[in-house]
């Protein structure tokens, strides 16, 4: 232990671990929060919100989907917020890509609703 360095390591050494508070273990498990998706296809995220409003036109909502096992995004503009334009992102998002969605992942507020 010939240098400062060593000697605290080994001080620490001796001592109990230090007691992780709640703030730390949200942390360390916000890092490694993911839904896990096997293969591409399996599972796509889907959101909307609102972008902006212009004259003359009005509210402006953009629609995003995320195939989650390969993180590959989709987005479109639309003039409302409806089932119809979610619907059209899907169909967009299926038409484009090589494999067809099994489960689609809305976020609504804290909860999750999967759709097959």
Request: with cysteine; aromatic share 12%; proline share 4%.
């Amino acid at each position: 232990m010939n240098t400062r360095q060593k000697r605290l390591a080994w001080l620490e050494s001796l001592s109990p671990p230090a007691q992780k508070t709640a703030w730390d273990v949200d942390r360390e498990n916000s890092q490694h929060r993911h839904v896990h998706a096997p293969y591409p296809g399996y599972l796509m995220s889907q959101d909307g919100k609102p972008v902006c409003r212009l004259a003359g036109v009005g509210e402006v909502y953009v629609q995003i989907g995320v195939g989650c096992a390969s993180s590959f995004g989709w987005a479109k503009l639309y003039g409302d917020k409806t089932a119809d334009s979610a619907t059209d992102l899907l169909k967009h998002a299926c038409r484009d890509s090589a494999y067809s969605v099994v489960y689609i992942l809305f976020l609504k507020g804290n909860y999750r609703i999967v759709f097959h």
